[in-house]
């Protein structure tokens, strides 16, 4: 992790966030998990938790590729504006106009309806088996041959996520400029954007780069099974093909805020981008799609991104305008839970923040301590010590209980749920050496992971079966 000498409280927090993810990982038993956070256009942490390969047991690393899968619509369309920033093509701009071949109706889509999904395109055509290692991904031929025919919806009616569309959009891509997707996309965007470990499919991937193998549920196979998730995208790359780490991942999606001040697009391009075209109105979260990018709804957690799921992989990343970070988590297991990890990390960097860093007598609370009931952790900022759980997907979402301390033995609950105890004292009981060993919290003792599982397994010990 890289230190921020000028942000006491962002470096406690990026103390904080390896240790609560771990917890969700153990206690989720997922795979593994890359993460990078960028603050406006620094990268201010990276770090990969967990196995790379569960069979090989091989140590997951910031430097382990993962299949990114959707977060490629980004990149096809910042390479759709760069195209018309160059004059090439315009928004409105009918899709027949730049490929031929297409139903007639297809054919009056504009070029902006497909960027936003909301051409009517079938998803994945009539066999999306390509997307369960049934069969492989669409070739050229068979792309253009679904595109012949009559689409599901009319154009411009509402938002129908596609990735025939964005296929359509990477041949549209290849028309224009007389060059393949993957090279051209690589030449103008990727390399341009100071990408060093980003490719825009799998074939492209350099000899010798570590790749994060994919992983099944475990459930209901009784065990995870190993995805290789080396599969070529060929024609359907544009929409979901990209391979990347982290880091990158990250560094892409900060440039593409209006205010950054490196990216191969101009503000006003970027503005586009993130205006909200169409809303998923069958969405339990508020939700919405631009041109290529995700976004949800406005407040202190507006975020804009896109999320990915490919054979064994999942992912997210989202740039939060308000505190403008941007927080990329890349996963190699298809039931991990990236989209909320996202959000979990983007509150403990607020809660810091909001706080501020700890002064000495809260940071020696610092500590996890276990009981029945599972783990807690105290958490210095500011002049509280916050007690949350790390089990919980956002552990300071109107939950932490603050902990006003007086020495470093004694403290009192100074704000709680009024179902916990508040107004009670808190104690930290140490050993003749110094070293902590228990913590009253009012009337409940919480004791080390190894004196916990001692004392219950005592205690319950003979009852397993």
Not at 17 to 24: N, R, T, V
Not at 163 to 178: D, F, K, Q
Not at 250 to 270: E, N, T, V, Y
Not at 356 to 372: D, E, F, H, T, V
Request: proline residues 5%.
């Amino acid at each position: 992790m890289k230190k921020n000498t000028d942000s006491a409280w962002l470096q406690a927090a990026l103390d904080y966030i390896p240790a609560w993810l771990g917890f969700q990982l153990e206690r989720h038993q997922q795979v593994g998990c890359a993460v990078a956070i960028v603050r406006g256009q620094e990268r201010v942490a990276e770090f990969a938790l967990g196995s790379a390969d569960m069979q090989s047991g091989e140590r997951l690393t910031p430097r382990h590729r993962f299949r990114i899968a959707s977060h490629s619509k980004t990149f096809t369309a910042s390479g759709v504006m760069l195209l018309r920033e160059q004059g090439k093509l315009g928004l409105d701009d009918p899709i027949g106009r730049h490929v031929g071949g297409l139903h007639k109706s297809l054919a009056k889509a504009r070029v902006g309806e497909l960027l936003s999904h909301g051409a009517g395109v079938i998803r994945d055509g009539d066999d999306s088996g390509q997307f369960l290692d049934r069969r492989p991904f669409y070739s050229r031929a068979e792309l253009r041959a679904d595109l012949a025919k009559k689409q599901p919806l009319e154009p411009g009616l509402q938002l129908k996520y596609s990735n025939h569309g964005y296929g359509l959009l990477g041949l549209m891509i290849e028309e224009i400029t007389g060059t393949d997707y993957a090279s051209w996309i690589d030449r103008h965007v990727v390399a341009p954007a100071g990408l060093r470990e980003t490719v825009p499919d799998m074939p492209f991937l350099p000899k010798g780069a570590p790749m994060a193998r994919g992983h099944s549920a475990e459930f209901p196979f009784g065990q995870r099974l190993i995805v290789p998730g080396d599969n070529v995208c060929d024609a359907i790359a544009p929409a979901g093909g990209f391979v990347a780490t982290a880091a990158d991942t990250a560094c892409f999606f900060a440039q593409l805020a209006p205010d950054s001040g490196k990216s191969i697009l101009s503000a006003a391009s970027r503005r586009e981008m993130l205006h909200r075209r169409w809303r998923d109105n069958h969405s339990a979260q508020e939700s919405y799609y631009g041109l290529g990018t995700m976004m949800g709804g406005a407040g202190p957690r507006e975020w804009a991104g896109h999320t990915g799921g490919l054979q064994g992989f999942v992912s997210r990343t989202a740039r939060f305008a308000e505190s403008g970070f941007t927080i990329s988590v890349l996963c190699n297991a298809l039931d991990a839970w990236s989209y909320a990890w996202v959000d979990g990390i983007h509150g403990i960097l607020s809660a810091f923040r909001q706080h501020g860093a700890p002064g000495r007598k809260q940071a020696a609370w610092n500590g996890r301590w276990w009981s029945l009931w599972g783990a807690t952790d105290l958490v210095a900022m500011g002049k509280v010590v916050c007690q949350v759980a790390p089990a919980m997907a956002m552990p300071f979402d109107g939950a932490a209980t603050e902990i006003e301390v007086t020495d470093k033995t004694h403290g009192r609950i100074a704000r709680t749920s009024s179902y916990n105890s508040p107004g009670q004292p808190v104690r930290l009981v140490h050993d003749r050496k110094g070293r902590p060993t228990a913590l009253w919290v009012g009337g409940s003792k919480l004791l080390t992971r190894e004196a916990m599982v001692a004392e219950v397994t005592q205690r319950y010990g003979g009852t397993r079966r």
